[in-house]
T-cell receptor, first 112, second 119 residues
Framework: QKEVEQNSGPLSVPEGAIASLNCTYS??????FFWYRQYSGKSPELIMF????GDKEDGRFTAQLNKASQYVSLLIRDSQPSDSATYLC????????????FGTGTQLKVEL | GAVVSQHPSWVICKSGTSVKIECRSL??????MFWYRQFPKQSLMLMAT?????????EQGVEKDKFLINHASLTLSTLTVTSAHPEDSSFYIC???????????????FGEGSRLTVL
């Protein structure tokens, strides 16, 4: 079992729709959860991080965390073509020295 | 956010040569930097943790004699791929945490990445 699992996609949504990206993790000691966006050939850039169970909203993005289910998701509202990228889920554990374990990423395509 | 810069952004070399990649934190100090490698359509895999003033910590399966890491100052870490072979061709990305800004968030700031192609 991979430590961080994501559906590789591609996930295709029409412009203006809500894109839902999901991630599960195996280490119950995980404390911090991050969503990064990576455009082709570029390095990752942070979208959001979340620590506590529940929802965290930032503009068009909402991160959801359920530690009991070991599940974290990212919702993108009013999806734009510029949102087309690979979204990487990453987790770190308390005392892990900020080492992030990444999922393989989900490719999102927002179509006109 | 904090800025991490990598150089070179891309490099092509012959098999058997060594390549050095630099990672600099431009506006903050980083006692720890992380080196990742990403093959096409795969995730980022942590190679090693670079510690300022001490030896790097390598992940299982990463050859420390092949991937030499030096972290001589609080703003610079280097990764040298020695005797590079075609299978070392990959996208190498460094990251660092701002001691002040990232302390409570655990956020890592990534460099632009260095694409290595070994012929």
């Amino acid at each position: 079992q991979k430590e961080v699992e994501q559906n590789s996609g591609p996930l295709s949504v029409p412009e203006g729709a809500i894109a839902s990206l999901n991630c599960t993790y195996s280490d119950r000691g995980s404390q911090s959860f991050f969503w990064y966006r990576q455009y082709s050939g570029k390095s990752p850039e942070l979208i959001m991080f979340i620590y506590s169970n529940g929802d965290k909203e930032d503009g068009r993005f909402t991160a959801q965390l359920n530690k009991a289910s070991q599940y974290v998701s990212l919702l993108i509202r009013d999806s734009q073509p510029s949102d087309s990228a690979t979204y990487l889920c990453a987790v770190s554990r308390l005392g892990g020295g900020n080492k992030l374990t990444f999922g393989t990423g989900t490719q999102l395509k927002v179509e006109l | 956010g904090a800025v991490v810069s990598q150089h070179p952004s891309w490099v092509i070399c012959k098999s058997g040569t060594s390549v050095k990649i630099e990672c600099r934190s431009l506006d903050f100090q980083a006692t720890t930097m992380f080196w990742y490698r990403q093959f096409p359509k795969q995730s980022l895999m942590l190679m090693a943790t670079s510690n300022e003033g001490s030896k790097a910590t390598y992940e299982q399966g990463v050859e420390k004699d092949k991937f030499l890491i030096n972290h001589a100052s609080l703003t610079l870490s280097t990764l040298t791929v020695t005797s590079a072979h075609p299978e070392d061709s990959s996208f190498y990305i460094c990251s660092a945490r701002d001691l002040l800004q990232g302390r409570n968030t655990g956020e890592l700031f990534f460099g632009e990445g260095s694409r290595l192609t070994v012929l």
